[in-house]
């Protein structure tokens, strides 16, 4: 006869195969991502919002084709009037790049925020971002995860734009913030 002990480890061992992994997600029911920049005259913000939906499994390597893919148009962004919107789709070079695109590689749970590992596709360039911080916070009517990367133009592989015989100058700091609207 086997010991008490024996048995429950047996027992434990058998319920971890047998017994289904309990698996976490988040339901995406939209997203908000805006860039900003400083110039000698002033701020410019750029915005675009999607309500795109998807679910996002939480504490894993996400394989890629079940990855959320924020795929934005650079035209679509708005920064307030025509000339800063041309201006934005120059620098970013959307003729042979229309889209930017932000792939969440895995999210993990970290107390009450999570941490997780993107790519962030520019201008045909790909760059890893690894431990991002999303913090939870209350939008209107809905819970958001909102996350600020701070990244360099000169970083992406971008100039800053000139304007006006280099007057207004863009500095090479760019703030990109990814807001993702949950499911309640």
């Known amino acids: 006869m086997l010991p008490l002990s024996t048995f429950l480890v047996a027992v434990s061992m058998l319920s971890a195969v047998v017994l289904p992994e309990k698996r976490e997600y988040v339901v995406i029911t939209g997203n908000r991502v805006s860039v900003a920049a400083g110039t000698s005259l002033g701020n410019i913000n750029c915005a675009y919002t999607s309500s795109q939906k998807d679910t996002l499994e939480l504490n894993r390597q996400i394989p890629q084709r079940d990855r ?37 590689i895995c999210l993990k749970k970290d107390g009450k925020n999570y941490k997780g590992n993107l790519n962030l596709i520019v201008a045909g360039k790909t760059i890893p971002l690894q431990n991002v911080t999303f913090y939870n916070c209350a939008g209107k009517g809905a819970k958001n995860l909102r996350s600020n990367i701070c990244l360099n133009f000169s970083e992406i592989g971008l100039t800053t734009p000139k304007k006006m015989g280099g007057l207004l100058k863009v500095e090479d700091e760019l703030q990109v913030m990814v807001e993702l609207q949950l499911e309640e």
Not at 71 to 87: M, Q, T, W
């Open 68 to 104: 959320l893919k924020l795929a934005i148009p650079v035209k679509a962004f708005n920064c307030g009037n025509v000339l800063l919107n041309r201006d934005f789709e120059k620098t970013l070079n959307a003729s042979q790049h229309p889209y930017t695109e932000i792939e969440v």
